[in-house]
């Protein structure tokens, strides 16, 4: 159940902008990998979802296009819940959280790969 809903979120997450994609095709893979390993290499095999999971479990990196719109998403996700939030100590409990994910996130390796020659492979 959790993978498919990561799944679904995860496509919608290609067509809106606020909504990342990678977190939650990780998730899903991970999620399929035990309960139905046919979604898990449909998943890995997939066009779209394929080189970011193969980016992922082989080199623990992603695009620098993933780290700027998943940085872009978490400050702007954070940012409309800090502004909603009345209570003092939940925004800044939300900021605290902000900067830690964000931390994590902008020192992930990134791996982009130029042309489809030898030399990258």
Known sequence: MVGSVSLVLGFF???LPLLPTTPFV???SACFMRSSPRFHRWLHEHKTFGPILDN???HRAVTSK???R????MVASFSFSIW????VWLKVALMVMLMTLLTWFI???VIDHL???QENH
């Open 70 to 73: 998943g940085a872009l998403c």
């Open 26 to 28: 990780l998730l899903a």
């Open 66 to 68: 993933i780290k700027v």
């Open 84 to 87: 909603i939030v009345s209570q």
């Open 107 to 109: 020192r992930l390796p």
């Open 56 to 58: 992922w479990h082989q």
């Open 13 to 15: 997450g290609i067509f």
């Open 115 to 117: 042309a489809d020659r």
